[in-house]
Every structure is written in structure tokens, then in C-alpha cells.
């Protein structure tokens, strides 16, 4: 049983939307901190930062890479590099270079695609060098595995596994978009042409597509702590949330029961839909209600302007959600711990249209 919690959404400041989390819980008599993702490079100071001054220790138990995406895997060199970091969790392709090789045609040999694949995905590899050179315990966050209190419940190796052989950037094409994935930069290309439509209470709109293979690679975890569910979702998509709600609910994870819910890849609308954010979160309500349900935590930075999308955050408050986006700040959950000084977010109104 938990005795406390906190969970800190670090504000990822950049032209273009990061996420880093910090998480500090006791269970069983034993605290344990625990990172997912770092933002860009000068994120992983800010982390340490928050860590000592906040934490009182920058000894962490789990860091998590969610996925390779460089606005969430550069700012962890910093922290892998100077704290006491006692587990690595990183999915590496390279590693089942002798399974995904009878789908490469251009390649016969196991170690040229293994080279291949470390450098499509440097960032990964990047912390993989770290942790080698200093020791570090480097695991895989897969389906089922143990983080602590966290359980993964996506992706299953099997899909990660489909998910990095069909991917553009494997193994031919490797062009470096940094956060951006193909959706993104078509999003960013048609930007001056969205259209919004004035819409009412409960009508939502999410396109037909979906997100990028690497968004998609990303590593959902839940917890319970303080009798509260937590579900981190990092930049996954429909596709993702629907394999860790299956494995959810085969492993006795009751849904919707989702107390704090990260909201997927900065807000963005190729990561959700209807179906499955009633599958996670619950039906729709008939109107707003007096009092939020659970929290909904958005990581965006204040000069992304296409992020949170209107038609995600309509979402989140058409189930219940106090919804709050970091914008250049810190949000912090916590039960069972206070932080002096700190208040608390006001709800955000509630956007009156959405992208067409």
C-alpha cells in the first residue's frame, strides 16, 4: 500500500512541445523516484534541478525512455550522466536485430542492421553508451514488465517489434525530424489553413489518420498509488492505448477508473478518438459538470501553438477532466504529500469550437 505520491509535469520550453516527468511515492515502507522522459538537451538540467531541490535526492531508482523521439530521449544524457540512476528502461530495436532481419531485404548480416538501427535511433543509443559506461542496469520496458509500482501495459514486443520493421525511418530513410513525425509535419504544413468550426457541447472531431510508428512505440504505465490510478501514456496512439487497455483489462485493471491521465503527445488529435478516450476515461457527459472527476495533464510548451489541439481538450471536459497544460510551468498531483507554497490550477475554459 502507498503512503503518498507526487508527480511533477516539468514545463519543456522550446519552439516545439517535450515532455519530462518526475515522480516521487513511498509503498511498503520504501520511496522510490522514478523519471519518464527528458525533454531536449538543456531539459535534463532542470530536471536534476527539480529533483534536488524538490526531491532531496537525485539518487533515482527508474529512468524511463517512452520512446526515441529527441524531445523526449536528449535531455536524459544529463541526468543519466550525473545522478545515481540505478535502472535504465529503453526499448533497442538492435536488440532483436536477429529477428526483424528476415524483414530487411537489403540486409543479410545481423551486425550490419544492428548498426543500422543504432543509428536511426541515436538518441537511444546515446543513453544506451551512458549507462554501459557507468554501470547502469538497462532494461526493457515491454508489456507486463515491473517498474517499480508502474506496470507497462504497451507495447508488447511483438508489436514494437511490427512497429520498427514498418516504420519510415528504418531501414533506408533516415532523416532526422526530431520530434516531428510525419503527421506533425503535415499538420505544421497545412497550419495556415486550419479551419475551426463553432461546435457544441459533446460533438468532437478527430481526423482519420493516425500518429508515427515511433509515437506509437511508446511505453504506457499505470500505477496505483494512493488509491489513485495513474496512466502514463508518453506519445502513444490509438492504436497503443487500445493494446494497453486489452491488456488492462485481461490483467484486472478495471476501465474507465483512470484517476490522473496524461494526455498523449502534447494534446495532439492524431493520438486519440472517441472510441477509445470512453473506453479509458468514460462516456461523454450530458454537460459540464459542477465537479471534475479526474486530472488530465498536458505537456505544451508556450510557444507550441499547435498543441494542445481545441478538439483534446474539449475531450477531456466532455468526461469529467480538470484539465491543465504546463505552458513554461510546473504541474504537480500529489496525495498524501504537501509542497508548501504551491496552488492550485484553475480549470480552463472550455474551447466554444474546434479544428475542422
Same mark, same amino acid.
Given at each position: 500500500m502507498s503512503e503518498y505520491y507526487e508527480i511533477d509535469?516539468?514545463? %519543456? @520550453?522550446?519552439?516545439?512541445?517535450?515532455?519530462?516527468?518526475?515522480?516521487?511515492?513511498k509503498a511498503n515502507g520504501r520511496e522510490t523516484i522514478h523519471v519518464v522522459?527528458?525533454?531536449?538537451?538543456?531539459?535534463?538540467?532542470?530536471?536534476?534541478?527539480?529533483?534536488?531541490?524538490?526531491?532531496?535526492?537525485?539518487?533515482?531508482?527508474?529512468?524511463?525512455?517512452?520512446?526515441?523521439?529527441?524531445?523526449?530521449?536528449?535531455g536524459l544524457r544529463t541526468v543519466v550522466e550525473t545522478c545515481e540512476v540505478r535502472n535504465l528502461w529503453i526499448n533497442r530495436p538492435w536488440e532483436y536485430a536477429d529477428q526483424l532481419l528476415p524483414r530487411f531485404a537489403n540486409y543479410n548480416s545481423v551486425e550490419a542492421l544492428k548498426r543500422k538501427l543504432r543509428d536511426v535511433y541515436s538518441a537511444t543509443a546515446e543513453l544506451e553508451t551512458i549507462a554501459l559506461e557507468r554501470g547502469i542496469s538497462i532494461n526493457s520496458p515491454?508489456?507486463?514488465?515491473?517498474?517499480?509500482?508502474?506496470?507497462?501495459?504497451?507495447?508488447?514486443?511483438?508489436?514494437?517489434?511490427?512497429?520498427?520493421?514498418?516504420?519510415?525511418?528504418?531501414p533506408e530513410i533516415v532523416e532526422d525530424h526530431g520530434a516531428g513525425s510525419i503527421f506533425e509535419r503535415v499538420a505544421l504544413a497545412a497550419k495556415a489553413v486550419t479551419n475551426y468550426i463553432r461546435?457544441?457541447?459533446?460533438?468532437?472531431?478527430?481526423?482519420?489518420?493516425?500518429?508515427?510508428? @515511433?509515437?506509437?512505440?511508446? %511505453?504506457?504505465?499505470?500505477?496505483?498509488?494512493?488509491?489513485?490510478r495513474i496512466l502514463l501514456t508518453g506519445d502513444?496512439?490509438?492504436?497503443?492505448?487500445?493494446?494497453?487497455?486489452?491488456?488492462?483489462?485481461?490483467?484486472?485493471?478495471?476501465?474507465?477508473?483512470?484517476?490522473?491521465?496524461?494526455?498523449p503527445h502534447h494534446g495532439g488529435r492524431h493520438n486519440v478518438s472517441t472510441e477509445i478516450l470512453d473506453r479509458l476515461?468514460?462516456?461523454?457527459?450530458?454537460?459540464?459538470?459542477?465537479?471534475?472527476?479526474?486530472?488530465?495533464?498536458?505537456s505544451a510548451a508556450k510557444a507550441d501553438e499547435d498543441h494542445p489541439r481545441k478538439a483534446v481538450v474539449r475531450?477531456?471536459?466532455?468526461?469529467?477532466?480538470?484539465?491543465s497544460c504546463t505552458n513554461g510551468q510546473v504541474v504537480r498531483k500529489a496525495n498524501g504529500i504537501d509542497r508548501p507554497?504551491?496552488?492550485?490550477?484553475?480549470? %480552463?475554459?472550455?474551447?466554444?469550437?474546434?479544428e475542422e
Open positions: 509535469f516539468l514545463g %519543456v @520550453e522550446s519552439a516545439k512541445s517535450g515532455d519530462a516527468i518526475t515522480l516521487r511515492y522522459d527528458g525533454g531536449y538537451l538543456d531539459t535534463g538540467t532542470k530536471i536534476v534541478e527539480h529533483l534536488n531541490q524538490f526531491y532531496g535526492s537525485v539518487v533515482i531508482d527508474h529512468v524511463v525512455l517512452t520512446h526515441p523521439d529527441q524531445d523526449h530521449a536528449n515491454l508489456q507486463g514488465a515491473a517498474i517499480g509500482e508502474f506496470t507497462v501495459l504497451a507495447p508488447s514486443l511483438n508489436r514494437y517489434l511490427d512497429l520498427v520493421a514498418e516504420s519510415g525511418r528504418t461546435s457544441v457541447w459533446g460533438h468532437e472531431t478527430f481526423p482519420p489518420t493516425g500518429t508515427s510508428n @515511433e509515437n506509437e512505440m511508446s %511505453v504506457v504505465q499505470t500505477a496505483l498509488l494512493k488509491g489513485e502513444a496512439g490509438r492504436e497503443t492505448l487500445k493494446e494497453a487497455a486489452d491488456y488492462a483489462e485481461a490483467t484486472g485493471i478495471n476501465l474507465p477508473g483512470i484517476d490522473l491521465f496524461q494526455v476515461l468514460g462516456k461523454r457527459l450530458s454537460q459540464q459538470p459542477e465537479k471534475t472527476t479526474f486530472s488530465a495533464i498536458c475531450a477531456m471536459l466532455h468526461r469529467g477532466a480538470h484539465f507554497g504551491w496552488r492550485a490550477i484553475p480549470q %480552463v475554459a472550455y474551447p466554444e469550437d474546434q
